[in-house]
């Protein structure tokens, strides 16, 4: 996020030995991904998961669902999973499948972080192997195993940032097109896939209104064009999807969105959580997030800093507080920790700043040298290539390279890492002034929060100070790293190391055999559920059932029904009815 001088010209036959390492370092990010996962036979984030696949069933041309009253899953993500239900109408097979599609997604956020540091300027060597460790994040991780949204977003918006840098950094009017054409297509198709993608769209525009004289007129009409055809088509998609699967409508929260924004409770709800949500994403990237916030909202205060990374830095930063802001006001209470300290919303930028935070520590120690060298390259320029420039220009470069570190680059680290414990602290100490004691009597669900378990190895509550302390741990081992002799290898190592413990910790047990905790209902009969049986039971039943749709009743189950359930204290069956399965709450009734 600092100004560097251009990279060397690539050696002879380095080109293909990089596409090489790209191809099998995504490969090994599959691999890992399909190890963790290879226990994750079945829905257990419900009804988020489950609301996906019914989708993706549904577009495919499978049997739907009613979800009326549930939260609305929008079809972008869905239209992934959509090639499986034609291979398969198994629901076993295709959530494997599934979580093979989010393992594939998720790593190929390692090429498109290597293309990103790329295009900031970092070497080869060095964008490959911090590309790859960033790749192995906790957000990269853990919701790769899991049918959801969450394993796409972080790849989408890497892909947004390399678009947005290519829209605005000059070159060719071509290029400039197709990047803005991407970038806008991006933002529509994260816009399809989830809310948070709505943001993505504001960015995008808020972009292209304050470069509007800055960006050639092509490039904003590519832009401008793609990310608009593409939000009208994924309306349209996903209001098919809400008249097939959500006949009574899906949850509607613009009630409480607008209550939330036009109180002062609301307000403070809203602000609370956005807080929270920092400082999960703070945390729960061993506190690089915080460094690389800290240098971007310094980036954004010099006037004399590149004019591309001041956009990058710029957009990043406001879709992160857009998101956390937005989502944390339209999130109702659910009576659990995650309402005041969350960070799934954020996890699709967490591999962002994740990146920025590495960037800002091994450069930040460089300043002066780096302007030294920009100074050289100035001079290099006006002087038509001579050999004072070149000499300079390259003296600039080996001080970035970096062997030496003056008193000032020593100062510089410091100061980002304060800035990073500074916003935890302040982050951290909202969540508890407004939280208060409901984080301890509030539900605690251990799937909201993996990074800050490993962070404390207390798997049953949210202890926010140990959490911010062992996260700063791992910073000033980071810091450290940064300020050694050949920083780049060794603050990568660091990472790695803090990255393969986390895998470690993640790496899932055998399961307990136990019978299954939902109803058997046997192909091809029509199958029922009474008014009276919990979500928790119904949702993930409608994806078990993948020859027809699941019908509700109230009271006697409709006439040519086969399988009926029904709540555990409904009684007796009628007559011509036998009871077939009972567990957890709920009885089954069969008359086929």
Known sequence: MLRTPAPPVPRSGAAPRVRWLLAAGWVAQVALRLWLNRYHGAPVANPD??????????????????????????????????????????????????VGVGAVAAASAYPVAYVLLRRLRVGRRAALALAFTAGSSPSLLVFSGFALADAVLPVVVLGWLVALHDLVAGGPLRRRVAAGAAAGGLAAYAMAVHLRGTVIVAVCLLVLVALWRRLPRAALIATLVSAVAGAVAGDALNGALRAALYPGGPRDLSGLLVERLTSLEGQAWALSGAAGQLWYLVAGTWGLAGVGLAGAAALLT?????????????????????????????????HRVGNF????????????????????????????????????????????????????????????????????GWLSVVRHVVAAAGLLAVTGGVVAWYAGDRLHRHAFIAFDFPEVIFL??????????????????????????????????LATAVLGLIQMAFVVHLAPAPPAPGPDWLPAPSPPGRVAVEAGVKWNVWVPLSYRVWWTGIERFRGTPPEGVCTAVVPQEAGPPPAGWTVTGARHGWVTWSRC
């Open 341 to 408: 300290a969350y960070g799934r919303y954020l996890a699709c930028v967490a591999v962002a700043w994740t990146l920025v935070g590495m960037l800002v520590l091994l450069r930040a120690r460089r300043l002066p040298a780096a302007r030294a060298s920009a100074a050289g390259h100035a001079q290099a320029g006006a002087g038509r290539a001579s050999a004072a420039g070149r000499a300079q220009a390259g003296a600039g470069r080996a001080s970035v390279a970096g062997r030496g570190l003056s008193g000032a």
């Open 302 to 334: 010099r006037r004399s800093a590149p004019f591309v990374p001041r956009v990058l830095a710029g957009a990043l930063l406001t879709l992160t507080l857009g998101i956390a802001y937005a989502s944390s006001a339209a999130l109702p209470d659910e």
């Open 456 to 489: 404390t190895q207390r798997p049953g509550s949210l202890d926010l100070v140990a959490a911010s302390l062992s996260a700063l741990a791992l910073l000033a081992c980071l810091a450290g790293a940064a300020l050694a002799r050949r920083p780049a290898v």
């Open 49 to 98: 998961e489950t609301g996906y696949l019914l989708a993706a069933r549904w577009l495919a041309g499978g049997a739907g669902a009613d979800l009326s009253g549930s939260t609305f899953y929008q079809a972008g993500y869905a239209l992934l999973l959509v090639p499986i239900f034609w291979l398969t109408s198994d629901p076993g097979l295709a959530y494997r499948l599934a």
